[in-house]
């Protein structure tokens, strides 16, 4: 069974292996998540999957068909829900509940952490996708900043058509990425936590989905 949790990240420290070296690692406080629900093949829902439940909230900050839902794997309102796909048929019965000790106990090395990226606003192409700008002398006026000609080498017949996907001034960051294959360091069951090589998308107090890697044992 695919091991997966909910989690927010905490913040970026260092440990220290057993030959004494500097590991930068990301903590992350992953569940205990709750088993709302389990989807199976065989039933009408035609795929395998699990919906997992992080952190109560309080009953009046929630909505009757959220309360409802919750009460009926046993527990009550969550703050975040989130739907892990499986490729069997899973085990887990609604009102389980899962937390950091089925990665240590599945001996799970590598994880994939989903999150969503820092919010940086509308930005121009100089910060968004790093372009030069433009020259800071021969005439050049209050230009020094902008993109250029942004309709250069367009299809006959359709005059300076920009074309789709250009590298544009834009909304920057606030988008769902995937930290592929971290390597897991350690495992804290006593404080529900996670140490993960390397960054994780995502603010600190930013909630992500920590699972198992798929592309790496």
Same mark, same amino acid.
């Given at each position: 069974? *695919?091991?997966?949790?909910?989690?927010?990240?905490?913040?970026?420290?260092?440990?220290?292996?057993?030959?004494?070296?500097?590991?930068?690692?990301?903590?992350?406080?992953a569940g205990p998540c709750s088993v709302l629900q389990v989807k199976a093949a065989e039933?009408?829902?035609?795929?395998?999957?699990?919906? *997992?439940?992080?952190?109560?909230?309080?009953?009046?900050?929630?909505?009757? /068909?959220?309360?409802?839902?919750?009460?009926?794997?046993?527990?009550?309102?969550?703050?975040?829900?989130?739907?892990?796909?499986?490729?069997?048929? /899973?085990?887990?019965?609604?009102?389980?509940?899962?937390?950091?000790?089925?990665?240590?106990?599945?001996?799970?090395?590598?994880?994939?952490?989903?999150?969503?990226?820092?919010?940086?606003?509308f930005a121009g192409g100089m910060r968004r996708y790093g372009f030069g700008g433009q020259?800071?002398?021969?005439?050049?006026?209050?230009?020094?900043?902008?993109?250029?000609?942004?309709?250069?080498?367009?299809?006959?017949?359709?005059?300076?058509?920009?074309?789709?996907? =250009?590298?544009?001034?834009?909304?920057?960051?606030?988008?769902?990425?995937?930290?592929?294959?971290?390597? *897991?360091?350690?495992?804290?069951?006593?404080?529900? *936590?996670?140490l993960v090589r390397g960054s994780v998308p995502g603010p600190n107090g930013g909630y992500?989905?920590?699972?198992?890697?798929?592309? =790496?044992?």
């Amino acid at each position: 069974m *695919l091991a997966a949790l909910i989690g927010k990240k905490i913040g970026m420290t260092r440990v220290y292996d057993e030959e004494g070296t500097i590991i930068p690692v990301t903590v992350i406080q992953a569940g205990p998540c709750s088993v709302l629900q389990v989807k199976a093949a065989e039933a009408k829902d035609g795929y395998n999957a699990v919906q *997992l439940g992080y952190e109560d909230i309080k009953a009046h900050r929630s909505t009757m /068909p959220m309360i409802g839902h919750a009460a009926t794997a046993g527990t009550g309102p969550k703050r975040i829900l989130q739907e892990v796909r499986l490729g069997d048929t /899973p085990e887990a019965q609604p009102g389980d509940v899962w937390t950091v000790e089925l990665f240590e106990t599945a001996g799970i090395r590598f994880v994939d952490v989903i999150g969503t990226t820092k919010g940086r606003g509308f930005a121009g192409g100089m910060r968004r996708y790093g372009f030069g700008g433009q020259l800071a002398s021969h005439g050049t006026e209050r230009k020094h900043r902008s993109p250029g000609g942004i309709g250069a080498n367009a299809p006959r017949g359709l005059g300076r058509a920009i074309k789709k996907g =250009k590298r544009m001034a834009g909304q920057m960051g606030h988008v769902r990425r995937t930290a592929r294959c971290q390597r *897991l360091v350690r495992v804290d069951k006593e404080n529900h *936590l996670l140490l993960v090589r390397g960054s994780v998308p995502g603010p600190n107090g930013g909630y992500v989905l920590i699972r198992q890697a798929k592309t =790496k044992a």
